[in-house]
């Protein structure tokens, strides 16, 4: 488990530096372990399975408690949609291709009922680094989250009906046990999630054991919910994070960012012990196959399915066509799969067992029925290497492809560039004026409206809200932004709302201006702000807000100047003299970096935007490579 777990982490970091899905390589990775110690002969059959089943569910948990109806009250309808008619045209697609194919039409019923799920192990990853729009991001989160135990429980209820056997008892077994299913599943989920609110509103659970309070009442649900109705133990713990996540002035932050770091640690886990299971024998073996069913999938199935799914809906024909786009399957859909595949061969022993016990007249039904259902588990055994391959390939081409259709369809970046300014000035204003003239998606924030006159004015896109209110913090649209710099006269807030925000944007990514004097930089500990209360400072050298605003007004401007062999970076400080403020550097057309301490600076070539002031009228015009935005009339705006 050492080995996994260290693995785990160096793949998802070596994914980050790469840019590519992080699943991708966990789940190459894992085959090449398998290949040389595979967890099963370590941890043992059962204790594995259990394991994985838990982790599912804790990661289905972290999932659900984001899912807030806030997010999506323009799109109630077309995710009620996405989680019912959507997944209902997947499986009769899934499943009719898995017959055309060769399968058993109650195997493929089952692989249809497990692979419309998609799941927020992948979902997450691939938006965090895409960061699409507000819409585009809930439908997919929400279809994710709630689409996982929708297909665990139509797989299950695909297999009660095949071990039922005729359909006259297959109907009522199946319509029984989707009753149970539901019943224990909102019943105990929202039960369960009443008894922890009130705990919390009454403070009777001290904060140092609400991460693990939380994680002990996950895992609780899942397995007392599995006890009372098999394979409802996903749905419980789904219905228990949505209740939570959507109570008024139920603060769960705290919670939230506990659970996902064991997301990050299981996800990476599960992915490599489950992918160490396959051999290449049974990849060669069912290769023809896979790649066939894979191409219906992605070609077919999703672009269809969602289609119809939103059919009359106000969901935008440019959003349909990126929903279409992205369905990579993931651990549950891996986890359910071997789940079942053995679930068949364990009903055949069983059979056998009791065919031995039998008298004549019955027993040669039992071996039958033991026969049959021997060779539907050699069927489904072949299921494992193929929903593999399907996970990788799917994970691979949405993964790897959905930043460039997001990026042509307007609903995202590949590259997020854009920069959010929090608080305004004329020295903020021209910046982002100058920003977005280059390509860069802008926005600026302020509480007040008034103030935001000028941006308006100059085109900049704004924004009047709090940035500490709860509107900032979970349902501000950030398509196509990257960087974060709060930069408001209240040097807290500045401090609060950039380390708030790492969680969307990175600790490397998240800016503040320097704090004024007073509260840093004295070399006094009981006067100087802790270090982990305070965010990266941004620009070159690092001023406060009100030094920022006293040369502004003092008649210096912002600039963008072109470097190059005939005039160079040194030239640049050399005639703007040690008052410049250098802000930005744009080293390619399309990509920019807020300047600091220990930043490179390009030397000969590329772009540096700078706060400057001009040393006469005639040098300035003499500079053609050099664009100059006049400053407003100087005024200072909070």
């Known amino acids: 488990m050492t080995l996994v777990i260290a693995v785990s982490v160096v793949c998802q970091w070596v994914a980050w530096r790469l840019g590519i899905p992080s699943i991708l390589l966990l789940l190459l990775v894992g085959f090449g372990i398998g290949q040389v110690v595979r967890a099963d002969e370590v941890l043992g059959h059962d204790l594995l399975f259990d394991g994985v089943r838990l982790t599912v569910g804790i990661i289905l948990f972290e999932g659900s408690l984001s899912l807030r109806f806030k997010q999506i009250q323009d799109l109630r309808h077309p995710v009620r949609r996405l989680c019912s008619t ?71 209820l695909v297999f009660q009906a ?34 922890l609110e009130v705990l919390m509103r009454r403070r009777a659970v001290p904060d140092f054991l609400h991460g693990v309070a939380f994680l002990a009442a996950a895992t609780t649900a899942l397995v007392v919910s599995d006890a009372l109705q098999p394979e409802s133990g996903l749905l419980t713990v789904t219905v228990l994070g949505v209740f939570l996540g959507n109570r008024p002035k139920l603060h769960l932050e705290h919670v939230a960012e506990f659970k996902e770091h064991l997301q990050v640690l299981f996800v990476g886990a599960l992915f490599i012990v489950l992918a160490g299971r396959i051999t290449p024998e049974q990849l060669v073996a069912v290769a023809p196959r896979a790649f066939a069913f894979l191409a219906v999938l992605v070609l077919l199935v999703r672009p269809v399915s969602v289609f119809l799914g939103l059919l009359g809906t106000r969901v935008t024909r440019n959003e349909r066509l990126l929903l279409a786009s992205m369905a990579p399957r993931g651990i549950v859909a891996a986890a359910v799969t071997s789940i079942f595949a053995l679930g068949f061969g364990q009903a055949a022993d069983s059979l056998t067992r009791q065919a031995a016990n039998a008298g004549s007249a019955e027993r040669s039904g039992l071996i039958a029925e033991a026969a049959e259902l021997d060779r539907l588990a050699a069927e489904a055994s072949q299921l494992v290497p193929l929903v593999f391959i399907v996970i990788v390939c799917t994970v691979a081409i949405y993964g790897l492809g959905i930043s460039r259709v997001a990026e042509r369809l307007g609903l995202a970046s590949a590259n997020p560039q854009g920069v959010v300014f929090v608080g305004v000035n004329t020295w903020v204003v021209d910046t982002a004026k100058l920003l977005r003239d280059l390509g860069i998606p802008v926005l600026i924030v302020a509480r007040n409206y008034a103030s935001l006159a000028g941006a308006r004015m100059a085109g900049v896109p704004t924004l009047t809200a709090n940035i500490l209110s709860e509107f900032a913090v979970k349902d501000m649209d950030l398509a196509g932004m990257g960087y974060f710099i709060a930069c408001t006269p209240q040097d807290e807030i500045n401090a609060t709302a950039a380390r708030e925000f790492r969680r969307v944007f990175g600790g490397a990514h998240s800016y503040q201006l320097h704090r004024d004097g007073r509260s840093t930089g004295t070399g006094n500990d009981k006067r100087d702000t802790a270090g982990h209360l305070t965010a990266r400072y941004a620009f070159l050298p690092q001023l406060s ?42 080293r390619s057309p399309d990509t920019i970096d807020v300047v600091r301490p220990g930043l490179k600076l390009p030397f000969d070539d590329g772009s540096v935007i700078a706060m400057v002031r001009e040393p006469s009228p005639v040098g300035a015009r003499d500079h053609e490579r050099e664009v100059t935005y006049a400053a407003h009339p100087a005024q200072r705006h909070t």
């Open 86 to 156: 959507t997944v209902l045209a997947a499986w009769v697609m899934i499943t009719a291709a898995a017959w055309l194919l060769g399968f058993d039409l109650r195997v493929a019923l089952l692989v249809g009922a497990i692979l419309v799920v998609t799941g927020p192990t992948v979902i997450n990853p691939i938006l965090r680094s895409l960061r699409p729009t507000r819409r585009v991001s809930s439908l997919l989160r929400w279809e994710g989250i709630i689409v996982d135990p929708i297909g665990a429980i139509l797989a299950l």
């Open 162 to 195: 095949v071990l039922s056997g005729e359909a006259s008892q297959a109907f009522p077994a199946v319509l029984v046990s989707l009753g149970r299913t539901i019943l224990v599943a909102f019943g105990l989920g929202i039960g369960l999630g009443a008894l």
């Open 545 to 586: 807000r009100a030094e920022m605003d006293t040369r502004m007004t003092s008649g210096m401007t912002i600039k963008r100047t072109t470097l190059s062999p005939a005039f160079t970076l040194d030239d640049f400080r050399e005639r703007y003299g040690d008052e410049t403020v250098i802000l930005f550097v744009q």
